[in-house]
């Protein structure tokens, strides 16, 4: 069993960065791709970025490619996005995802692939 817990969010001004970060505990972390998904007020969760377990592929949303970075390191059991050039529109609890997978397996994007997720972390950008 995978928990996940979530820190790094925050307010802060349309133009600015974050960084978001997920701890893992319970289970052998390189074992798991990580997802990360976040969901605005009246709004259905939405995929961000997902990283592969070895942390070699990355797969990012449309709409936050190019200013979203996916990383990982496994010796401390935590991902990480980094949040650039950050706009009103983003802002929404995010939410990291683990999901056990096969070394090398196709990255997902859709909720129902992830079985183990985080409590999530308010993240709020201004105009």
């Known amino acids: 069993q995978v928990q996940l817990i979530e820190s790094g969010g925050g307010l802060v001004q349309a133009g600015g960065s974050l960084r978001l970060s997920c701890a893992a505990s319970?289970?052998?972390?390189?074992?798991?791709?990580m997802g990360w998904f976040r969901q605005a007020p009246g709004k259905e969760r939405e995929f961000v970025a997902a990283i592969s377990r070895d942390g070699g592929r990355t797969l990012y949303a449309d709409s936050v490619a190019g200013r979203f970075t996916s990383s990982r390191d496994n010796a401390v059991n935590t991902v990480y996005v980094q949040m650039n050039s950050l706009k009103p529109e983003d802002t929404a609890v995010y939410y990291c995802a683990a999901r056990s997978a096969l070394y090398g397996s196709a990255l997902r994007s859709g909720r129902e692939d992830y079985g183990y997720w985080g409590q999530g972390t308010q993240v709020t950008v201004s105009s």
């Open positions: 319970g289970g052998t972390f390189n074992r798991y791709d």
